[in-house]
């Protein structure tokens, strides 16, 4: 795009203030016209085509997520868009034109809006043929579930616990432990869920609030080998994973959905059975990972998704006017899939 036919305004969905309580936080969301940034050095103006909205989106707006940024902010953390310009470094100038998938927690505005400025290195290129929905969800939760496979395989864990396994993350991690052989142990909270798994052609689905569930657990993991458990839950969650599974597992905490401090872990179970706590985030993950094999891991995830063998699940799509309609639809039912924004 021409520099000069970048509009000097956007239309953004506005955070004015962070509330815990969500309703009143979604009283504080506006569409407004804000002043479009311009792309300086490593950064590139990215026209937005569809940002989704995670759980990390919902714990910004209510203040209890690890990034806080000064306010009046637009929120989202990733998107999918074009680069219509670019700052002046090499990096910058390469993605010029080029289709990304983009995110960023950095201080800044977010992916709510019509134009987004970033940093090159937070964007991920993207086919041409991959769709518009897969790209918009590409750069955290199929990355997030690769480094948690990736932690599977290299701990030569036989199976793996996964808690929250409804969400778009366990959905992920699910079908590519399955392309590894691996067994999993898909942890929900309602029958409708379990069902859901069920006609997913799913073997082992346990109801965290059904009846003996722990004892359930505790056979289930001893029976399959069972030793890593990925959990997005915390609270009373994390401790009866690992009083329950076999000696010497891992529980690695990746997300905090239930938005309470771990729990309930039996001292005894790590003193004298090695059983440990870790935890996963996916930007340290993407540190560790060498360029090379990031894209070799962005390629592969999106041939899985052209071909349709891994997707993200898209609920339904709102435009900036319907921001409160389409976040009040996303936390009802989380496990029916993403909510995207649409310019
Ligand atoms: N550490 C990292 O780097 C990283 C990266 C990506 C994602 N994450 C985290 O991973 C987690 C999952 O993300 P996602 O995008 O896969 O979520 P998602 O697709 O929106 O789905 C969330 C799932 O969790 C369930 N859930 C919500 N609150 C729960 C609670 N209190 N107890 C039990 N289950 C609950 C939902 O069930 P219902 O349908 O019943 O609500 C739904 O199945 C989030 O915590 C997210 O922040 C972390």
């Known amino acids: 795009m021409n520099p000069k ?5 956007m239309r953004a969905i506005v955070l004015q203030d962070y509330n815990s309580n969500l309703g009143r936080v979604l009283r504080s969301l506006s569409v407004q016209e804000k002043q479009v940034r311009l792309p300086a050095g490593d950064e590139v103006l990215v026209k937005m085509e569809a940002a989704p909205c995670n759980p990390s989106d919902i714990a910004f707006l209510r203040g209890m997520y690890i990034v806080a940024r000064s306010v009046p902010v637009i929120p989202g953390f990733e998107g999918t868009g074009t680069v219509v310009a670019a700052g002046k470094t090499l990096a910058a100038l390469s993605l010029s034109g080029k289709r990304v998938s983009c995110f960023s927690q950095d201080s800044g505005d977010g992916t709510w809006a019509e134009y987004f400025c970033v940093n090159a290195a937070n964007c991920i290129p993207v086919r041409e043929d991959l769709p518009v929905a897969q790209a918009a969800c590409l750069a955290v939760n199929p990355f997030t579930a690769a480094g948690l496979m990736e932690m599977a395989i290299s701990g030569k864990h036989r199976a793996v616990v996964q808690t929250a396994a409804g969400g778009q993350v366990s959905t992920f991690l699910r079908k590519m432990a399955g392309i590894d052989d691996i067994p999993v142990i898909n942890v929900v909270r309602s029958d409708q869920q379990v069902n859901a798994l069920a006609e997913q052609g799913e073997q082992y689905i346990l109801n965290q609030k059904g009846e003996n569930f722990t004892d359930r657990l505790t056979a289930l993991s001893a029976q399959l080998g069972a030793t890593i458990a990925f959990d997005a839950i915390g609270g009373e969650m994390t401790g009866t994973l690992l009083n329950a599974m076999p000696d010497g597992s891992r529980v690695i905490l990746y997300g905090g959905l239930s938005g309470l401090p771990a729990s309930n ?12 706590l870790g935890g996963f985030n996916l930007a340290d993950w993407i540190q560790q990972t060498t360029p090379e094999r990031f894209a070799e891991i962005s390629a592969r995830l999106q041939d899985n998704m052209i071909r349709g063998e891994l997707s993200t699940r898209i609920q339904a799509t709102f435009t900036y006017d319907q921001v409160v309609r389409g976040l009040l639809q996303y936390v009802g039912n989380m496990s029916k899939g993403k909510i995207l924004f649409i310019p």
């Open 5 to 9: 036919q970048i509009p000097k305004t």
């Open 265 to 276: 872990l039996d001292i005894l179970e790590v003193i004298f059975h090695g059983k440990s």
